[in-house]
């Protein structure tokens, strides 16, 4: 069994609830796993993971005091960290408690249907158990891909969709080409809405694919996309490789770009489908950051329309999305501060930063501090403003329909958060 040295989450709890009822047993872990929490209140709770049970942990406090902690009291990620850290993972019927565990907590679905697909794909006799799992928290197994006459409302009909050809069968054919081309072999991790292909372990493209979903998930909430639509052409197909070399040899046999300082890029095609390739980084966090952040703009390119949606708000949208999966608070407010030490250093927001173009590494801190700024008003209007920008019209006017801002209004808003109310371009 893998278990981890020690786990430190560092969460703001919802309702953390301690117990010392033992109506149901402890199963003990090999190794106890020091953890930190913060409580509720603010208080920070310390000690050692001891046991654990689908309802539970025990915490044993540094005076030995043995709690008891409800899984439904953590963050669904924090719980399917430390669940997987303590749990069997050869064992199907410990993959399947974990899914019903997250199947029970807000926020959980996600992960719980990775859980129940890991169980599924060890035992297959457990199809049964994981669909009643899915049944009880009243939603479907599989997402909703709408009919072309209804699709409008939440993605678009590609510029070749009388090609009868299924687009999921093209991109594994196409994944099958870059294979042979690269020579390399992929391992393959498919889900509703992606296609991850690596040449990492089996384990690793799990670890990496679920990030996936759980962006999809967020980006979805942000924009108003009912849950379970796909808005994919098929689904994203997402490479990861090993090796920045191999990630460059992929970008200039199949996109004829020779790959500088990227680590991840996002392909956004106009006949609909969507590409992502990155490589391994030894900053397994900044690698997170990167691929969340790319996918996020292949939702935004699915939504509603082909249309484009400008880059400042684009961006502001991929690092709002990255913020919230990861729930990383220091990355971000870095960028914020390395945005505002720029601004002050020049006196003013840079005169082209609302224009199209290339987008500076100093920007991604203000594009987020902004598209925060209107969420602020409610998210509905959110959602609004960004459909206006796909059905066509100009963000300025969408912006003062929606929100009664002009550009200068919004730049003085965001120069009030970094001490500076007169800010302007």
Known sequence: MRLLKQLIILAALCGLTLSVAADEGLRPVDQPIQLQVVDRDGQTRT?????????????????????????AGFQPANVDQLYRAVMDQDDPQHWLELGRVLSGITGGDTLSDHALKEAVTLDATLTGQADLIRRQRGRADAPRNLAAGSQNAWTWEAIDAADPADPVARDKAFAAHVAQALGLTFNVVETDYFLFYTNLSKR??????RLLDLMYDRVSYLLGIPKGVNVFKGKALVFMFAEKGQFAAFERRFYEHEVTFEAALCHQHDTGEVRIALYKLEDDKYLKQVMIH???????????????????????IAEWTAS???NYTQPYKWKKKVSADHIRRQGRLDADFFQEGGFSAERYGSSLAMVEILLRRGRPKFVQFIREIKDGKPWQESL???????????????????GMPNLKR
């Open 47 to 71: 000690g050692r993971v001891t046991g654990y049970n689908p309802r539970e942990i025990e915490l044993v406090d540094e005076q030995g005091q043995p709690h008891r902690l409800a899984w």
């Open 204 to 209: 690793e493209a799990y670890e990496w694919q």
């Open 294 to 316: 790319e996918a996020a703009h292949g939702v935004v390119h699915r939504f509603h329309s082909p249309q484009r949606v400008v880059v400042w708000l684009n961006e502001g």
């Open 324 to 326: 919230r999966v990861l």
């Open 400 to 418: 003062r329909d929606k929100y009664d801002l002009s550009p200068d209004d919004l730049t003085r808003l965001y120069g009030q958060t970094i």
